[in-house]
């Protein structure tokens, strides 16, 4: 028996007796001989993670045994990889089998901007439910809780703030020198302001929220006269919500304005140029879309059929 308690585990310390496939042309006495040799695998407060969340791309992981034993609260995370599970006995005593921990909850934020001005980019996807397909072939006990709810999309990276704007132009210089009547020293043009500062450059815009990941699919097959009932598992698969848009970059602070001209002997110095006005501030980013929910799938089924799943899902489903 492949006992682990209180540990977090990977597939690859799973024993490879439960993870090897079923043969093609296995019949079905052959497939209870092999459900026998998969052992009994108990997790005792402990959870086994699938992979890692990837909304690129998702593995499979097969699992066929004797007992699977889910006791004191232990998980399974699938983190929207497929679990294809056979089973003679699965029981459950607050067990689950949930697509993300807390952690592993949101997809990826977007990147900020890096320079003045610049936009931020879009969160990533929310990687989806996945499937969880579990044929029991004599008896569920306990209350099996699924939850295939999606990754919510990652938040936009916020955009950068514009940078300053341009120094107004200098005023021009007073000019003096001998005029009127009576001909004296005196000044002859006077001295001008100087010019306005230029317009900050805009702020870079919110990058957009990624899209929530779809709720999952569970399926729940058994051998028997009518499906598991419901009292048997709780099912919940929610649609992740969209990642919010990243904030907009302030626009860029007006330029200073430009220094007056100077008077000299008998002008008067001007003052400087009035500064520029403020640059536009960045959009907020889109927010994400939020996903589809999942769905469940309970039927009962013949042996006969549980067999011929086993050898199709083998490698996929």
């Given amino acids: 028996m492949a006992d682990f308690q209180g540990i977090r585990l990977t597939t690859d310390m799973v024993p490879k007796e439960i993870l090897e496939r079923v043969p093609a042309n296995i019949t079905q006495q052959e497939f209870g001989i092999r459900l026998k040799q998969g052992g009994t695998m108990r997790l005792d407060n402990s959870v086994w993670r699938i992979g890692a969340p990837d909304f690129q791309r998702n593995s499979l992981v097969f699992a066929a045994l004797d007992v699977l034993e889910l006791m004191n609260g232990a998980k399974i995370v699938t983190n929207g990889n497929t679990l294809v599970l056979f089973v003679n006995k699965l029981s459950s005593q607050n067990g689950s089998i949930i697509t993300f921990e807390p952690n592993d909850a949101n997809g990826a934020k977007g990147q900020n901007g890096t320079g003045a001005g610049d936009n931020g980019h879009p969160g990533f996807p929310g990687d989806s439910g996945g499937v969880v397909s579990i044929h029991v072939i004599q008896t569920l006990e306990g209350l099996l809780n699924i939850d295939l709810s999606g990754q919510s999309g990652g938040d936009g990276g916020d955009g950068m703030a514009g940078s300053g704007g341009s120094v107004g132009s200098r005023g021009q210089d007073g000019t003096w020198g001998i005029g009127g009547f009576p001909p004296l020293p005196r000044c002859l043009g006077e001295a001008t302001a100087g010019g306005k500062g230029g317009t900050g450059q805009p702020g870079g815009h919110g990058g957009d929220g990624g899209s929530g990941g779809s709720g999952?699919?569970?399926?729940?097959?058994?051998?028997?006269?009518?499906?598991?009932?419901?009292?048997?598992?709780?099912?919940?698969?929610?649609?992740?919500?969209?990642?919010?848009g990243g904030a907009g970059g302030a626009g860029g602070a007006g330029g200073p304005g430009g220094a007056g001209g100077i008077g000299h002997l008998f002008c008067g110095d001007a003052g400087a140029g009035p500064a520029g006005d403020s640059g536009q501030n960045g959009t907020k980013g889109n927010n994400g879309i939020k996903a589809q929910d999942g769905l469940k799938i309970v039927k009962n089924l013949e042996l006969e059929v549980v067999v011929r799943n086993a050898v199709s899902s083998g490698g996929n489903i």
């Fill in 216 to 244: 999952g699919t569970f399926q729940l097959y058994n051998v028997g006269a009518a499906p598991t009932p419901e009292a048997a598992y709780f099912f919940t698969a929610v649609g992740g919500s969209g990642g919010k």
